[in-house]
């Protein structure tokens, strides 16, 4: 056990989405004779979830500022079929449509930040108001009808990479991806170890490292390979690539920028984060605008999958989404959530529903036990939390930085006052 924290930061407990997600793929891989972990399997899976994933990156930093979001599968399918039908009757190149796609997402963005931050409607009244007008916009527009795509817009949701290079009998650009996966993170660790040093902290023994290496690296290769040695055609899919780069910004955003911080404070204490100089209007407007963004991205991404629009397109994505970002250990009251986390809570609906598919059970099962795991997981983790423990599900991959570090300084501040007090 020692061994174990010494591995995982001192707190296990904070992998448990992790130890489930490894424990569900298990579990599938035997159940389905070794059909789950097969390339042609595992591409599919990314494909198929991507859009609900990169959904899940907007959607936690709304619940962290302590909002929700029910408008972001209606605004899908509204830009979804606006691009379809400005590609078709515009004849603009694809390229040109992805961008006004992403410009619709911003102003629909900005018109629901606009009353959710400076009028004030609480973000569950603007956003339901939102999927109606959305739900029924996207029909109006499309009048109910099935629009195709150009076979280079579908690039963008179900296309690849391409080959290149000699035959080595794998795609050599995913070969190369996954190799530069591992260098960052190596590099990653070496760099975090030798700033400990320089600032004087502890510092995990080199096995430690050595180990953790050693596990993430070797996780990041077997997948590596099972996407570069797919059918004819297939490698690493690109809506996987677009997910990689926006994992990696909002991360970065999330947890090393003064906006990132300023969205867990307004999710933590709007009041307080106030006091502190925090805009929390700015902060209110910005998180809806994104989210909005980030939902015409995933349904353009879905229209180039299914290769056309449709008047049903975007139907139930901002459950799957919520899900995906409660189950990573996202708190209802705001103030807690990682990217990381919540992309390991959609990874964990998407293998389940995966993995059920394969063994044949019914979609109405299939709902019900993805229904219970989400209460069971948010469930467990409540009762951790009023028994004064650890969370579970919470802090996937780290702490929060600054924001946990404020919180122990308060706490040591106020014992210390009311020690002096008694």
């Known amino acids: 056990m020692n061994?174990?924290?010494k591995l995982f930061g001192g707190n296990t407990r904070q992998f448990g989405m992790i130890f489930a997600l490894v424990a569900l793929i298990v579990f599938f891989q035997v159940a389905t004779g070794g059909n789950t972990l097969t390339p042609g399997n595992v591409i599919n899976l990314f494909n198929g979830n991507s859009y609900i994933l990169i959904l899940a990156i907007g959607m936690v930093l709304v619940i962290i500022a302590g909002h929700i979001d029910l408008s972001v599968g209606s605004i899908a399918a509204f830009v979804g079929v606006c691009v379809a039908l400005m590609i078709r009757?515009?004849?603009?190149?694809?390229?040109?449509?992805?961008?006004?796609?992403l410009v619709l997402g911003v102003l629909i963005g900005a018109w629901q930040g606009f009353w959710v931050a400076y009028v004030g409607i609480p973000a569950f009244i603007v956003t339901l108001a939102g999927m109606l007008i959305f739900r029924g916009a996207n029909q109006f527009?499309?009048?109910?009808?099935?629009?195709?795509v150009p076979a280079d817009f579908q690039k963008i949701g179900s296309g690849y990479l391409?080959?290149?290079g000699p035959n080595t009998g794998y795609n050599n650009l995913t070969l190369l991806l996954g190799l530069l996966a591992v260098a960052f993170v190596v590099f990653s660790e070496i760099r975090s170890r030798r700033n400990a040093k320089a600032l004087g902290a502890e510092v995990p023994e080199a096995w430690v490292s050595i180990t953790k290496l050693v596990l993430i690296c070797?996780?990041?290769l077997y997948a590596t390979y099972l996407f570069a040695t797919g059918r004819p055609g297939t490698s690493f899919p690109i809506p996987g690539l677009i997910l990689a780069a926006l994992v990696l910004i909002y991360g970065f955003v999330s947890s090393k920028t003064v906006i990132g911080r300023h969205v867990y404070a307004v999710g933590g204490n709007r009041h307080a984060a106030e006091l502190s100089g925090v805009q929390s209007k700015k902060v209110?407007?910005?998180?809806?605008?994104n989210m909005s963004i980030l939902a015409g991205l995933a349904g353009m991404i879905f229209v180039g999958r299914s290769t056309a629009s449709g008047p049903f397109d975007g139907v139930g994505w901002e459950l799957d989404a919520i899900a995906a970002v409660f189950i990573g250990g996202a708190a209802v009251t705001g103030g807690v959530g990682t990217v990381i986390g919540s992309i390991v809570g959609g990874l964990v609906m998407a293998v389940l529903n995966n993995g059920?598919?394969?063994?044949?059970?019914?979609a109405d099962l299939t709902q019900i036990i993805k229904g219970l795991v989400l209460l069971i997981a948010v469930a467990f983790d409540v009762y951790n939390k009023t028994q004064g423990k650890k969370s579970i599900i919470g802090l996937m991959i780290k702490n929060f930085g600054r924001s946990n570090e404020i919180?122990?300084?308060?706490?040591?501040?106020?014992k210390e006052v009311i020690s002096k007090g008694a």
Not at 284 to 289: E, P, R
Not at 407 to 414: L, M, P, Q, V
């Open 3 to 5: 061994a174990l924290k």
């Open 89 to 101: 009757d515009w004849g603009i190149p694809w390229y040109l449509g992805v961008l006004l796609g």
């Open 141 to 148: 527009v499309g009048k109910s009808n099935t629009i195709p």
């Open 162 to 164: 391409p080959e290149f």
């Open 218 to 220: 070797g996780a990041i």
């Open 284 to 289: 209110n407007f910005l998180v809806m605008m």
């Open 356 to 362: 059920l598919q394969l063994l044949g059970v019914g």
């Open 407 to 414: 919180k122990a300084d308060e706490t040591t501040s106020t």
